[in-house]
């Protein structure tokens, strides 16, 4: 939003200087957007900031296990400033000062977590870490549902991502739970219409398919990984052409889709025993993939896709760098061979260009 | 994001409920403490400087290991297993039966527990290897730098945990013994 501005604003003044629009105009512009901009506000981050290191400070507190005070009076405490912030939400929010309302909400449940850890402390409780964290993770997506706040939807939906890792680090095998926790916070957030939660729900979806490679087969499913991800990057490329809300979250879905193919194929190829052969062919593929959705965002002015392109570009060549196919001089080869490719891909681009502008200048 | 009306009732929810949940929590540990079967399980002397981890005692029992002759089958850490163990004349425990549900009413000078592998998978065919199991009584939380304390206590003397014990096979620990005498006993809340 704000290179958003910052870049209109400047080219506003270019144009304005060029004369192609009028000093009114501009004026107008700039109304219109001080009007429509207001998104999330430095005091509104600033507050779920201090109400994210108060809730930092509580487990510090736990975890010092003070016995200056009895424990029963610990937890009191903690229930005490746990109702405060619940009581400042409310006041702050029924005077309609809604950002910092959301982050006392945030304090509260964190509140919450503390109390769980100080009550499995007082009592030596060392069951199963991951229950208490899925507890904590409930008490969090109550008060973001109840109370409809995002900033304690987002901590449910990081605490869902933070049980499920946990337990699957304890029992080694894929936890198959974590689909109803993600499902119920994902739900909250397509209720809300939230965008940054559906991405980070989407995010922590992500890497979970991504940890099924590690985990089913053996740990060798990494080609599943790879197939589930082209499948959604297809299913969005499909879904471009679809009206409506579908083509507007397709170019985001392609994101995560390919992310999770590229994964996938990356665990394939480079954590696994391939012979060099089918570890060229792989990587030609691969380069191939990126560079179709290179292209793709270039085409399309989607700078997620580019970026994702160019990273995971990068990400192969210096992997491939490092595994050597077969020996360093046929590590060369592959490479001169695909520099060469892409120098001619970027020729053909230039002419396409050029014959473009010609023919856009023909036409007017 | 107009919530003004119906917010009072709202917030009192969520903060009636969270709160709600802090004390059951508190009321079911309350009630194993006071109505579980009491046991004292020594506490295998582990290495020192591996014991006491940061704030809190990390307790190894000799109902930790369980022989791997007593279970068949294979069994994944998340499913729990009871293990009834036996007391033996110099006071120690022993497990004596391994099985994935309760045994139901123990002998007099038995007890059921119920426990988890630590990590991972277990196969009976794969080899005859040992069991390690957590019962949920392994973290004794201590208060800030008095670790040390404690540890070097554990070098010279006998140390035992006080262990409840619901019918169920719920255990949580109520205190430490060292030498036979209570150092720290747990009040119930």
Known sequence: MWGYRARLERDLARWRERGWISEAAVQEIGRDLAARGRGIGLPTTLAVLGAVLIGFAAMSFV??????????????????????????????LARGLDGFGHAAVLAGAGL?????????????????????????????????ALLQSNPALALAMLL??????????????????????????????????????????????????????????????????????????????AAETLPGIWRRIAPAVLCYGMAIAYAGLFAFKFFEKRDP????????????MLLAAVFWGWRNEHKPVLWLGYIGFS????ALYFVTIGTLLGTSVFFLMAGLIVIGLSWLAYRLHTQQSETREALP | MTLKRGIWPAMAAVAVLQSAALGWMVAERMTLLESGREIVLPI????????????YVRLSYEVTRVPGRLLGGSVTSGEPLYVTIGRKPDGSYVPVAVSRTHPGVAAPD???LRGWLQRGRWDAGSSARDLFLRYGIESYFVPEGTGLELEDMAREKKLAAVVAVDRHGKSAIKGLMIDGRLVYEEPLF
């Open chain 1, 160 to 237: 869902v991502g933070l049980w499920s890792g946990w337990q699957t680090a304890l029992v080694e095998a894929v936890h198959w739970p974590f689909l109803v926790g993600w499902a119920a916070v994902a739900a909250a957030f397509l209720w809300r219409r939230w965008r940054p939660g559906l991405h980070l729900s989407a995010l922590v979806l992500s890497a979970w398919i991504v940890s099924l490679g590690y985990l089913l087969l053996d740990g060798h499913a990494h080609w599943a990984v790879a197939l589930i991800g082209l499948g959604i990057a297809g299913g969005a490329l």
């Open chain 1, 315 to 318: 990400a192969e060549v210096l």
């Open chain 1, 277 to 288: 052969g089918t570890l060229a062919l792989l990587s030609v593929l691969a380069m191939a």
């Open chain 2, 44 to 55: 295998v002397p582990v290495d020192p400087r591996s014991l006491f981890r940061g704030d």
């Open chain 2, 110 to 112: 038995e007890v059921v």
């Open chain 1, 63 to 92: 975890a010092a296990n003070w016995q200056e005070m009895p424990r029963i009076a610990r937890l009191g405490l903690l229930l005490a400033a746990l109702w405060g912030c619940y009581g400042l939400a409310g006041a702050l």
């Open chain 1, 112 to 144: 919450f977590g503390a109390g769980i850890m100080l009550i499995a402390q007082m009592y030596h409780i060392d069951g199963n870490p991951p229950d208490a964290v899925l507890a904590w993770a409930a008490g969090a997506l109550l008060a973001g």
